[in-house]
């Protein structure tokens, strides 16, 4: 029934995934190593020419330095890239080659495939909607085409349920993939197991025993040491089928790493699809306490626009050499919600279409779109310049701005830091900001003027914007904008909110290291 199921020897593809984890991490190391090896080098066994020798090496890093501002992109990446290899030429020339390069990202194994292909009747149906859009909030049917262009469509006959806690998601998404029969996609960054995977695991089992199609796909380097591989072989020996996003092991003598599948999406039979910030894992639902009160945040979709999640997936697994038992079309939606009101729109992104970010185009439209109220929730804040400027001149504008963060960081204590360098500006021009006191606040969303929202995988920061693979839905005028509203005014009641003062008694030290993690923001 099923076929071409790879087998994976356990322990020694374990170990391997752990060495070649360890020696690619190692080479950032020995970079900088590198570069004191050879002053000294220079110093001792050259000591006549090594300026000459030096001086060399700064015109190579400089020539790079200069081709690298040339290049279209991220002027944050640009900058942090010009900055290294202008301090320290042979690190930074490294580095960049093994790295920073525009080759890089092609060579993660993913192939070129097409895109999966689209009805005709979806999208004219999509154009239609479109225009009705744009007759009803002409900002955001703006907004539409833009991610229409790019080939994401606008789904009407759709139905959207919010979760505001990872239990209930959870709940949810166990009680629809016990009634799949038919398939079930699912792709997420980190499957750990726990509690919750025991249960999943039993359900996924026992629904590929009974003939249904299974997919998951995971990023294999965010579940080195949270997923083993006598859970991977468990799976593949019920009968489903399992791909590692850029497997660790293949890439010993190289750093791609540094590229991830960050997305978040399960798809159960074409009928019900989620996205939303929450992982696989018992923190998210509060089985073990991590960070205080880890809150999450998922919508469920129903009807038409699952289709959006559904291609979504099928593109990726064809991209890491996956094929399906069935033609595309097998795994359309069964069925749309006629009484439904209001559009939704699934969309993705990822580095292989850099410098174009639909995402951050995203985020910056809805910014400059908000009239009343723009409420934000992200763990993390590292963003360009023109993001920045723009929540100060919406704040200044008028606009009611405020950004939900967490009360209590989780494990990377420096990207906090770094998020604390662009408070100061945003607090003096009128931007809200609370912290989120019980705990770790992971959810990723954006409400405006109650009338749009996105949930999604998507942070606010260079990562999110330029390095991994993404996904989230945009929600117009649907009843589930008003639900996560309801929510963000209770993550407020438990929020305080985070002040100027607050912001200027950091101490000098404090500021002084924020400053300089800052510059390495896009390794952070």
């Known amino acids: 029934m099923h076929k071409n199921i790879p087998h994976i020897p356990p322990v020694e593809e374990r170990v391997e995934r752990k060495i070649s984890a360890f020696t690619s991490i190692s080479m950032c190391a020995l970079t900088v190593i590198a570069q004191i090896a050879t002053s000294i080098l ?26 690298v501002y040339q290049r279209p992109g991220s002027p944050t990446y640009k900058l942090v890239w010009m900055c290294l290899l202008l301090a320290m030429p042979v690190s930074g020339i490294i580095l960049f080659c093994l790295w920073g390069g525009a080759h890089q990202v092609k060579q993660l194994s993913l192939q070129t495939v097409p895109p999966i292909p689209c009805g005709e009747s979806q999208r004219l149906s999509s154009e239609i909607d479109l225009g009705r859009l744009r007759r009803q909030s002409p900002a955001w049917g703006r907004l539409a085409a833009y991610l229409e262009k790019r080939g994401f469509l606008l789904y009407r006959n759709t139905d959207a349920v919010y979760f505001k806690e990872g ?38 089992k026992e629904r590929a025993a009974a003939g249904v199609e299974i997919h998951i796909t995971f990023d294999d380097f965010g579940n080195l040491t949270r997923f083993s591989d006598e859970t991977l ?34 798809v159960i039979d074409g009928q019900f699809a989620y996205t939303g910030g929450i992982n696989i894992a018992d923190e998210y639902a509060n089985l073990i306490v991590r960070f205080g009160h880890w809150k999450d945040t998922a919508v469920r979709i129903e009807g038409a626009g699952v289709w959006g999640f559904a291609t979504q997936f099928m593109q990726m697994w064809k991209m890491m050499g996956g094929s399906f038992h069935n033609e595309d079309d097998y795994y359309r939606p069964r069925h749309e919600v006629e009484s439904a009101r209001g559009w939704c729109q699934p969309f993705t992104d990822g580095p292989l279409n850099n410098p174009d970010n639909p995402i951050e185009e995203i985020y910056l439209q809805l910014i400059a779109s908000a009239q009343k109220m723009l409420y934000l929730t992200t763990p993390y804040y590292a963003v360009e310049e023109s993001m920045q400027k723009a929540l100060c001149i919406a704040a200044d504008a008028g606009v009611d701005v405020r ?72 929600l117009y005028h649907m009843p589930v904008v008003e639900e996560l509203l309801e929510d963000l005014d209770g993550i407020l009641a438990e929020s305080r909110p985070y002040t100027l003062e607050d912001w200027n008694q950091r101490s000098w030290f404090r500021k002084m290291c924020a400053s300089v993690f800052r510059l390495g923001s896009i390794w952070l």
């Open 42 to 67: 220079i110093s001792f066994l050259l000591a006549e020419y090594s300026s000459l020798v030096y001086a060399l090496l700064l015109i190579a890093g400089a020539a790079v330095a200069i081709w």
């Open 167 to 204: 239990a209930e998601f959870f709940e949810d998404l166990i009680q629809h993939l016990e009634k799949a029969e038919i398939y079930i996609f699912l792709e997420y960054y980190i499957l750990a197991e726990g509690q919750l995977w025991d249960r999943i695991f039993a359900i996924l």
């Open 403 to 474: 950004i939900f963060i967490p009360g209590i960081p989780d494990h990377h204590k420096f990207t906090y830091m770094v998020a604390e360098t662009y408070w100061g500006e945003l607090l003096s021009h009128g931007v809200k900001i609370y912290k989120y006191t019980p705990g770790f606040l992971h959810a990723k969303s954006v409400m405006a003027d109650r009338e749009v929202a996105l949930v999604g995988s998507t942070n606010m920061d260079y990562r999110t914007f330029q390095l991994h693979y993404e996904c989230g839905v945009l």
């Open 233 to 266: 072989q468990n799976l593949q020996n019920a009968g489903i089928e399992v791909k590692a996003f850029n497997p660790v092991h293949r890439y010993v003598n190289r750093i791609y790493f540094n590229y991830r599948d960050h997305r978040k999406i399960a």
